[in-house]
């Protein structure tokens, strides 16, 4: 079972960048019933919450700092997550890393990095001023 987050890079502050997480070895049932999160560390600070979206897709939680610019989302058919950031602030700077929870009940959209099981190798953004 394995995250591969991708689409990071580095872009000027205002543009947009989107994030994509692919899941393999999980079955189409198993990334269906899975909330997925993405979480991110900024140089020399804790992982923080940014977003999560529910298995399916009808419920979405953002962190107060990305509210209104990011948004989160996802395709089962590609056992894909992806994350669209817009208006990208230097403060965005991070690694960014998705995350699986299979656990997840239908309306589950966790803001707590413990409950995820699976997390991806995570992706750099650097937002330039």
């Known amino acids: 079972v394995q995250l591969q987050a991708s689409g990071g890079g580095l872009v000027q502050a205002g543009n947009s960048l989107r994030l994509s997480c692919a899941a393999s070895?999980?079955?189409?049932?198993?990334?269906?019933?899975?909330?997925m999160g993405w979480f991110r560390q900024p140089p020399g600070k804790e992982r923080e919450f940014v977003a999560a979206?529910?298995?399916?897709?009808?419920?979405?939680v953002y962190a107060d700092s990305v509210k209104g610019r990011f948004t989160i989302s996802r395709d089962s058919a590609v056992k894909t997550a992806y994350l669209q950031m817009n208006s990208l602030k230097p403060d965005d700077t991070a690694v960014y890393y998705c995350a699986a929870d299979t656990t997840a009940i239908l309306l589950t959209a966790s803001n707590v990095a413990q409950d995820y099981e699976y997390w991806g190798q995570g992706t750099q953004v650097t937002v330039s001023s």
């Open positions: 979206i529910n298995r399916n897709g009808g419920r979405t």
């Open positions: 070895g999980f079955s189409g049932y198993t990334f269906g019933r899975a909330a």
